[in-house]
């Protein structure tokens, strides 16, 4: 007796990449798109984030970095409580920060030593704000909030509680770690914690146009900016000005250009070289 022929299972649908990726003329657009979890990080977000901005970080075509989240509602509403909470019903321990196989996520947004603008869309909360916080530059749209809710949900905000205290004053810093209040859009810019606030529906095209106004600065200067003040952060000032990190732009092919460009009255020609 003939055995039937074996049936053919249809092609598998291709799963949605948690985080895209896209270089557009020397601009990087490294997008979370998870809109229907809040753009929260799972650990597909997590693995998608450290593998763009690795990238990022080292590839000749890339010279800016815009980070944001799908849709309006949040920019990154922090760690997947849902996924945390079934790891923990099956016994399976939570990662403790800089601990792991993987590297810290907002170590390597911190370290992708080519400028990062954050552009929040929405909500940005929890690991959210710590990712935001890794990023050079915040430009937010006006509904958007900041809060850092980990004092209610009995985790540590550890990159937080060290990077906050350092970007606005301590007595603030302490105030939103400590009540896991959320503030506005409108307070972080009175503090300095984010660069600009404008309406939601021109978010995109005020992230595009700085973005864009970035591309004609020299990138080895920018990249050396980048290095310098990671690094230096708090070193004392002597040290700091001898740390000679990242590109040398005084020995680059694009200072000659630059003032070869200043004295003939023209745009210069960067190669990043």
């Not at 004609?216 to 230096?232: F, I, S």
Request: some cysteine; aromatic content about 6%.
């Amino acid at each position: 007796m003939a055995k039937p022929a074996p049936q053919k299972s249809a092609p598998a649908e291709p799963s949605k990449a948690a985080v895209c990726y896209e270089i557009v003329d020397r601009i990087a657009y490294v997008t979370i798109d998870r809109p229907e979890a809040r753009n929260a990080i799972n650990p597909a977000v997590r693995k998608g984030l450290i593998e763009a901005f690795s990238d990022a970080s080292v590839n000749p075509d890339v010279w800016v970095v815009v980070l944001t989240g799908s849709g309006d509602r949040a920019f990154c509403a922090g760690g997947d409580l849902k996924k945390n909470n079934e790891n923990a019903q099956q016994g399976k321990r939570h990662v403790v920060p800089m601990t792991g196989t993987d590297r810290n996520v907002f170590e390597t947004v911190l370290e992708t030593y080519k400028p990062t603008i954050a552009a929040l869309n929405g909500h940005a909360f929890g690991g959210g704000l710590e990712l935001a916080l890794s990023c050079d530059l915040r430009i937010a749209a006006d509904h958007a909030k900041l809060c850092l809710p980990e004092a209610r949900r009995g985790m540590g905000a550890n990159f937080a509680s060290v990077l906050l205290p350092r970007m606005i004053p301590r007595g603030i810093a302490m105030q939103m770690l400590y009540t896991a209040e959320p503030i506005t859009v409108q307070e972080a810019l009175h503090w300095g914690l984010v660069n600009q606030v404008v309406p939601s529906a021109q978010l995109a095209q005020t992230v595009e146009t700085f973005a864009r106004s970035l591309l004609k600065n020299a990138p080895l200067t920018l990249q050396r900016y980048k290095h310098m003040t990671v690094k230096g952060w708090e070193l004392p000032v002597a040290s700091a000005l001898r740390l000679d990190a990242g590109p040398n732009p005084y020995l680059s092919a694009d200072r000659a250009e630059g003032v070869k460009a200043f004295v003939e009255k023209r745009e210069p020609r960067w190669q990043a070289k």
